[in-house]
C-alpha cells in the first residue's frame, strides 16, 4: 500500500539582504514518509522549519527543489486536496463569518454536497465543542475557540489525512486534553495524522512515529517505542529516608537525597543485590522501574550532536 | 506541477490576444468617434466652467486643450475641412486656464484671422484674444508682435498695426525689429519687402509646425508676387521698346539679360501666354498668391501646405 | 469549477456588504436629493443637464472609489491575514480564486449601481415631472459606467496580486485618472517623434480608455449614443477586462505565500 506521505527531497531556499541577495536554505532536501493510519510528530524548536514543510505540502509555496507524493497523487493535483484537511499555524478565519457560514463556505470548496453539509457541520461543531457559538461572529471568538473551529474545517468534509501545524499552542491545559483526545478518535478513525510541535510530551503521548528536524535538516527519525527504549538495561530503585547503605554505595549507584527519598540508578543486574540491602537495613522500597530514555533527552541529544558535527551555522 | 504549466499556458495566451483585441477595438472605437476629445469643449465651451472643473490643475487642462487645439486644427487642415469653428473656444479656454500660455497666442494669431479655409474666420476674437494675452502678459514684447501681425495681414489696418508696433517696441527687452517694424508700417505697408520681414519673423520665432509651415507657404507667395510683377514689368518695357509683346520666354529673358528663363520658387519657369501675362506653371502649388494666376482661376483643392521639408 | 467560482464570489459579495459598503448609498443619496431639490427650487432652466450629469459623475466617482479601494485588498488582505492557507490547501485553483474575487466584487458594484441608478432616475423624475423618450440613454450612459468599473475592478485585482495596499491604491488611481484622458494621451504620443513614438504609442494603447466609456455630457444634452460604439465597447471592457484578469492570474499562480 502507498504511504500516505512520500516527501522526496523537497528543499525550499529563499533570497535574503536587501541590496545583494543571498540565498538562505529553509530547508534541507527532505526524505520522509508516513503511513496510512499512522499518527506522526514532527518535532523541532521554532524555526526549524516544520511550518515551511507544511506550507510546502499545501501548496502555498513552491519548492526550489523536489517533490513529494500525497495518498499517491503528485501533491499538486488540486483533487488529492478534497481528501486532505489542514490546520494553520494560529489561524485566522474571515471575522465577518459566523462558525458556521465559515464551515459552510469550507464545506462548498472541499465540494461537500449541499445535503450532506448541514448535517457535517453540526456534527463537527458538536465535535469541537463549539455549537453553542455556531452564530457567533468569528471575530469575537477567544483564541481557544478559533483553534477549535479551525481543527473543525479540518476534518469537516472528513478527509483521510489530516495536517495540523502546532494544534495545542495557546490552548490552555484543558483545551490541549481535548486536542490530545481528538487526536486518539482520529487515529482510532483510521485517519493519517501529522502534526508538528515543539511539545515534546504531547508527542510522546500520542504519536507512532516522530521525526525531529533542526535548522531545516531532519535529524533523526524513528518510533517512539524504539527512540525511548531502556538505556542499557539500566534500572532506578527509588527508598524512603535519606540513608543509603554501604553495600549499594559499593555497587557504584548513583544516588540522590531529595527531601525523604532516595533515588538511586544501578544496573539491571544490581537490582537484587540492591533489594537484599535494602532488606537488611529495613529500609523501606517505595519503587524500581526501567530507565528509560525520554523524548527530550533524545531530542537534545540530536540536536547537540548536529550542533558540534555541523561545525557552522546554516 | 503539470497543472500550473497548463494555467500558465492558457493564462498567457489568454493575456496576449485580449491585449491585441482591446488594442484593434481601440483604433475601431477612434474611427467611431472622430471628435473624441472635442466633445468636451462643445458641451463645456464657457472657460470659467472649465476652470472650476479642473480643480486646481489648471496648467495641466491647460496644457491637454492646447494639445486639442494642434490636433484639431491639424486633422481638420489635413483633410481640407472648409471651417474651424471649434478653434476660438479651444484656445480661448486653454488661455484662460493658463493666460502664460504664449503658444497660443501665436497660433491663434496665425489661424484665428485668416478666413475660411485657412483659418477661422474670427479677426474680431482673434484681436480679443491677443488683447488678453498683452492685458495678462504685459512685459511680453512677442504678444504685441502678434497682434500686429493680425492688424497687418488679415486687417490691413497698417495705422493700426503701426501703433501697435510702436508699443510694442517700448516694451523692455523688445527685439529691435519691432522698432523697425513700426517704421515700415507707418511708411512702406504695401512693400513687399515689409510683409516679408514679418513673415520671415514668424517663421523664425515659431517652433509649432503649422505656424512655420504657414509662414514658409506665405514667403513663397510673397516671392512668386514679386517675381511675376517684376516680370509683368518686363513685359511692359519689353512692348514699349519693341512695340509688340514678346514672342516667348526665352525672347523676354534675352531681351532682360537674364541667366536662362526665369523659373518660379519650385523650378518650373513662369509661362507668358499671348495676351502677355506672366503667370504661373502651376498655380495650385502656392495657395497665398495674389499675382500670375490665370484669369478666373479658383483654387481646385483646398488649402494645404505645400512644402515637403 | 464554475461550483467553486460562484462560491467565492458570493462571499466576496458577502464581505463587501458586511464591510458596510452599501452605506455609500446614503451619501448619494443625500447629495443627488440635495441637488434635485435645491436645482428645483432655483429653476433656471437646466434642471435636468444639472441632476444627469451630477448624478451620473457621482456613480462613477462613488463606484471608482469603491472598486479600488476593496480591489486592492481582494488579494493582499488575504495574504497578509493568512486566511488564504485554509482556502487554498482545499481543492480551489488558484486561478478560480482570483476569477471568483473578481467576479464577487463586480457584482458587489451591480447592485450597488442598481441602487444609485433608481436614485438617478427618481431624482430626474422630481425635477422634470416626468420622463421621456430621450432619458433612454441615461440607460447606456449606466451600462458604460458598470463596464468602467469591470475595467477598474480587474485592474484593482491585478495589483492587489502583487503589492501592498498602499501602491495599489495609487496605482489605480493613477490609472483611472490617465485614462479618463486617454484620447488626449494617443494624441499627444501621435505627436512624438523616434524611439520615444514607439513607446508612447504602446503605452497610450494599454491605458484603459475610460473616455470612451464616458458619455455622460452627450446623455445630459439628450445626445443618443450609437449601437454601434455600444458594441465595440463592450468588446472592448471585455477584453481589457480579460487581459488584466489573465495577468492577475499569471502572477498569482507563482507566489509564494508567506
Known sequence: MAPAIEILGLEKSYMVGFWRKRPKRALHPLQLSVEEGEVFGFLGPNGAGKTTTLKLLMGLVFPSAGTARILGQEWTNPE??????FLPEQPYFYDYLTAHELLDYYGQLSGVAGKDRNRRIAEVLTRVGLTDVKGMQLRKFSKGMLQRAGIAQAILHDPKLVFLDEPMSGLDPLGRREVRDLIEELKQEGKTVFFSTHILSDAEALCDRVGIIHKGEL????AVESLTASVQGKIEVVWQGTQVPPSIKALGAEYHVT???????????????????????????????????????????????????AGTTS | MRTRRRVTVVASLCLVTSMALSVLLLRRIDQVRPQATLEDVLYVNSPKLVKRLSLGFSGLMACIYWTRTVQYFGHRHYNHEQSYNELAPLLEIATSLDPQLLPAYQFGASFLAPAPPNGAGEPGRAIELMQYGIDHNPDNWQLYYNLGFVYYTELHDYKKAADVFARGSQVPDAHPSMKVMAARMAEHAGDFETARMLWTASYQTSRESNIRKNALEHLRALSVDEQVTQLQAAVTRFGERSGRLPSSMAELAAAEHMNG??????GNPYVLTREGRIQL?????????????????????LPRFHVKG | MSARILHIARN???????????????AFALLLSGAAIFVGQISIDIERLVVVNLGLTAVSLFGAVIAIFIGIGLVSKEIEKRTLYTVLSRPVRRWEFIVGKFFGLAGTLVVNTFFMAIGVFGALLYVAHRFSSSDRSILVALYFIILEFLIICALSLLFSSFSSPLLSAIFAFSL???????DDLRGFAGLTHGMTRWIAISAAYLVPNFSALNVISAVAHQQAVSPQLVLQNTLYALFYTAMALSGAVLIFERRNLK
Do not use: C, W
Not at chain 3, 463587501?16 to 452605506?23: I, Q
Not at chain 3, 483611472?176 to 486617454?182: D, L, R
Open chain 1, 259 to 309: 527531601g525523604d527519598t532516595v533515588r538511586a540508578v544501578m544496573a539491571e543486574n544490581q537490582q537484587d543485590a540492591a533489594i537484599d540491602a535494602l532488606r537488611r537495613e529495613r529500609i523501606r522500597l517505595i519503587a524500581i522501574t526501567p530507565l528509560r530514555t525520554s523524548l527530550e533527552t533524545y531530542f537534545v541529544e540530536k540536536l547537540q550532536h548536529a550542533q558540534t558535527t
Open chain 2, 281 to 301: 506653371a502651376k498655380p495650385d502649388d502656392f495657395p497665398f498668391v495674389t499675382k500670375g494666376l490665370p484669369p478666373g482661376y479658383k483654387p481646385s483643392a
Open chain 2, 261 to 266: 528663363v526665369p523659373i518660379d520658387p519650385d
Open chain 1, 219 to 222: 535529524r533523526g527519525v524513528g
Open chain 3, 176 to 182: 483611472f485618472v490617465i485614462g479618463s484622458f486617454a
Open chain 1, 80 to 85: 488529492v486536496k478534497a481528501q486532505i484537511g
Open chain 3, 12 to 26: 466576496t459579495f458577502r464581505e463587501a456588504v458586511r464591510d458596510r459598503v452599501l452605506y455609500n448609498l446614503i
